[in-house]
């Protein structure tokens, strides 16, 4: 099977590149026999170099490089290399990005490739605009890639934010297709999928919980971040392992030209970043830390009780650098962080990531990132937070650890781009240890851990067919072996849908043998049709895979939900999505505006749900208590956004559903999930006012349809007692969920000579003290227990005002 699979690639990269590669081999004999004219003159040569900005030495991601003569070009990779291939001749190449000064490079090909590394330099701030993107201004309409959301860090900090402190996820959920549950709620759902089918990327290596504070704050620290990009659709075959999207955080590498701290100080947490360069230039890193202290400021005012209460997160980011020579980079970056919460009893929850990335130029066509990664989360549940009862305690601790590997090869061949490479990752799962402790007698007890072991080989293409015609098409193979030592169980088949089954037979395997084999093919493909300079026409397929599963049936996941992988009881999750978009600029300079409307649907396989009263929690026999169902998601999104000017921002509609059908639940008949929002609109606005040359303003809204709950249908009375009949699975919604947030940020005055640069950010999160809803639940009132009374929960029910200093030396 594996060789079959290896065979299969191989053919598939001949067909690609075959005709590249003979076109290659030829050119490295013409350059060898240089006194053959006619030779010379069907060679193919290469500019390739790294871009990086000049103010710190970053690799830029995204930076155009435009052939006029030719009328092609080429985009920075996420390391900020590029390479474009011509026939030799003179070329003017235009670099462009928004935000930065455009430079024009006259370069004469003759017989050899060249080597061109530039810098590019921040446009100044003499018009008194802001910019929202530091993409290439027509980007949405020139690159293949739809249902792509990126947004830079220094619009990411112009967002009001829940207690002035800037946050990634909070901040992608203003984008069209993205949604949460509610306030509180960890994660974020995309085009109708949970929050586990979204791989969330720290410098490649997985986070499995994104959230501080229960969903509050986000885990990534802005000042170490780069750049954040969210993949909905049109997913290229070097991602996968998830089926809703992918979002690729990537940290800052730290500045390489000179020292530089930054940081804020706020009401909830302060920041501190410190980074400069290595070894005369030749290296750089960053190291950023932040701690919030609430439970500091608030010990004077609790009652007894809660004196010594812990409610905290922190965490630690850093990342270095050191170019070894112009063809080797090496790259090694980590995080550590956690989360308390409790009195007495509590919950205790973090993430370790380590990456480490080796950059190698074996040509000025072919490149290679190589990224080795572990990662960990663990989480615990503990009776004795404060250790004031050594004899008398009950703890559970549980984790998910990941090591992998990963190669991946670009290569550049004129009109096409090939990536091809693999991954491998092991899944380590320990689903949960207990220890109990009563009069000195310690216990300890729980399941043991399960193991899997995931493969992938993928390939693909980017080929610019004509002048109008782009097509992005590429293959993914993907290998699951659920692996021992572990028992794997075999359960009643003939159980009415909908109830526990219980275990018939019990299957012990030792070592690493295999006890459950997934394989799938994931085809990718993409088009872009120009049809005019300023709009095109995308369409994209793409099948996924998911092999793990977040086991949760609570309203918004929690730190202590279990992951666990596919067994031979739990198949892996499939999703098809087909997208297809309409893409325009247009305004005064072609470019001032951009618009898109896409659509989508998307079809969900092996979808896990739970009987009634599943018991979750230290259940070894766990598998008996899922259903496997169906979904579907579909849905329509419209966004506009102003690109430059002294107000700007965007404003996005989603309309959208999502459904499942699980035998056993809602009479069989579909039901919407839990995070089916119908209507969702969100916009940003950004203003810099001409005449305060020190201020500028934002704002955020949001208006969202209520998601969906169980209620109660019916009410029965027996001998006193009030029972509630409930019929059918999310039979009502909540009411709707709007907010106004509203920041402004106060400039330090400018001296000559002055080193440091601060600010002040003022801002009111939900301005009108709307109480949103979190969710509804149904009790005997406390006075008239016959009667059934409905209480609304709301997280935040009023205004919320903060403001934080950020300094830069």
Request: glycine share 8%; charged share 20%.
């Amino acid at each position: 099977m594996k060789n079959n699979v290896l065979n299969t690639f191989f053919v598939l990269f001949l067909t690609l590149a075959g005709s590249h590669i003979v076109r290659a081999q030829t050119d490295q004999n013409v350059s060898v026999r240089a006194g053959n004219a006619d030779k010379a003159a069907s060679a193919q040569l290469t500019i390739s170099g790294y871009i990086k900005d000049a103010a710190n030495g970053e690799g830029l991601i995204g930076v155009s490089v435009f052939v006029k003569e030719t009328n092609t070009g080429a985009v920075t990779n996420n390391y900020g290399f590029y390479a474009v291939t011509m026939p030799p001749g003179n070329y003017n190449l235009v670099i462009s990005y928004v935000g930065y000064e455009k430079q024009t490079k006259t370069i004469a090909l003759t017989d050899r490739n060249i080597r061109l590394d530039l810098e590019l330099k921040e446009e100044g701030r003499q018009l008194q605009e802001v910019v929202v993107s530091t993409k290439r201004e027509d980007d949405n309409v020139k690159n293949i890639a739809m249902s792509v959301n990126q947004i830079d860090v220094k619009t990411l900090k112009r967002i009001p934010a829940l207690l002035g402190e800037v946050d990634v996820i909070r901040s992608i959920q203003l984008l069209p297709g993205v949604s949460t549950v509610g306030e509180g709620a960890t994660g974020f759902n995309v085009r109708g999928g949970s929050i586990d089918q979204n791989l969330v990327l720290l410098d490649e290596a997985p986070v499995y919980n994104s959230s501080h504070l229960f969903g509050f704050f986000s885990v990534f620290n802005p000042d170490a971040v780069k750049d954040v990009k969210l993949i909905k659709g049109g997913i290229p075959a070097n991602y996968g392992g998830r089926i809703a999207s992918i979002l690729d955080v990537r940290l800052k590498e730290g500045n390489a030209k000179k020292p530089e701290l930054n940081g804020g100080i706020g009401l909830i947490f302060s920041r501190l970043s410190y980074e400069r360069p290595l070894f005369n230039g030749k290296g750089s890193f960053i190291i950023a830390a932040r701690r919030s202290y609430a439970d500091i400021l608030a010990q004077p005012f609790l009652n007894s009780d809660l004196k010594g209460a812990k409610f905290y997160f922190y965490d630690l980011t850093a990342k270095g650098n050191y170019r070894i020579n112009d063809k080797n980079i090496v790259y090694l970056s980590g995080y550590l962080g956690r989360d308390v919460f409790g009195s007495d009893f509590g919950f205790n929850w973090g993430n370790t990531t380590v990456s480490a990335r080796w950059n190698h130029v074996f040509s000025d066509r072919l490149f290679l990132n190589t990224t080795a990664y572990y990662s960990n989360y663990d989480y615990s549940l503990n009776s004795d937070l404060k250790q004031k009862r050594p004899n008398d305690y009950f703890k559970t601790d549980s984790r998910i650890v990941d090591y992998s590997i990963k190669p991946d090869f670009s290569l550049f061949l004129g009109k096409s781009t090939i990536t091809f490479g693999g991954q491998s990752i092991l899944h380590d799962f320990q689903p949960g240890k207990a220890t109990a402790a009563s009069l000195g007698s310690i216990r300890t007890f729980g399941l043991e851990s399960k193991y899997g072991l995931e493969n992938a080989l993928y390939i693909g293409n980017e080929q610019q067919v004509t002048s109008k015609l782009q097509l992005q098409y590429g293959l993914r193979y993907s290998l699951f072996n659920y692996i021992g030592p572990g028992e794997a169980y075999t359960f009643q088949t003939d159980v009415p849908a909908g109830e526990r089954r219980t275990v018939i037979t019990t299957v012990a395997y030792r070592g690493k043998n295999m006890i459950q084999t997934y394989g799938n093919w994931e085809p990718r493909f993409a088009a872009k049709y120009e049809l005019a300079n300023n709009s095109s026409f995308k369409l994209s397929y793409n099948r996924l895979a998911q092999y793990i599963h977040l086991i949760s049936n609570t309203t918004a996941s929690t730190p202590l939900d279990i992951w666990t992988p596919s067994t031979n009881n739990i198949r892996p999750q499939i999703a098809d999505q087909i997208a297809g978009g309409y893409f325009k600029n247009f305004g005064r300079t072609g470019q001032e505006f951009e618009a898109s409307v896409e659509v989508y649907y998307k079809w969900l396989q092996n979808q896990i749900d739970y009987i009634d009263g599943a018991s979750l929690i230290l259940n070894k026999y766990l598998e008996g208590d899922l259903l496997s169902g169906r979904g579907r998601a579909y849905g329509a999104e419209f966004y506009v956004k102003r690109n430059t000017g002294v107000v700007n921002g965007w404003i996005s509609y989603t309309l959208a559903k999502t459904e499942r059908q699980v035998a056993g639940i809602n009479n069989n008949d579909w039901y919407p999930t839990r995070f089916d929002k119908r209507h969702t609109l969100t916009s940003v606005l950004l203003f810099d006012p001409p005449r305060a040359k020190r201020w500028n303003f934002s704002a955020t809204f949001t208006l969202a349809s209520g998601t969906p709950a169980t209620f109660p249908t019916n009410r029965f009375e027996f001998q006193g007692q009030v029972g509630q009949v409930i019929d059918g699975r999310n039979n009502y919604r909540i009411p709707a969920y709007h907010r106004l947030d509203l920041a402004a940020t106060l400039q330090g005055r400018k001296r000559p000579g002055k080193r440091k640069d601060d600010n002040w950010v003022f801002s009111v999160y939900n301005a009108y003290g709307r109480k949103n809803p979190f969710s509804v639940f149904f009790q005997p009132n406390e006075d008239n227990p016959r009667v059934t009374e409905a209480i609304k929960y709301s997280v935040f029910a009023t205004v919320i005002p903060s403001v934080t200093y950020n300094f830069k030396f």
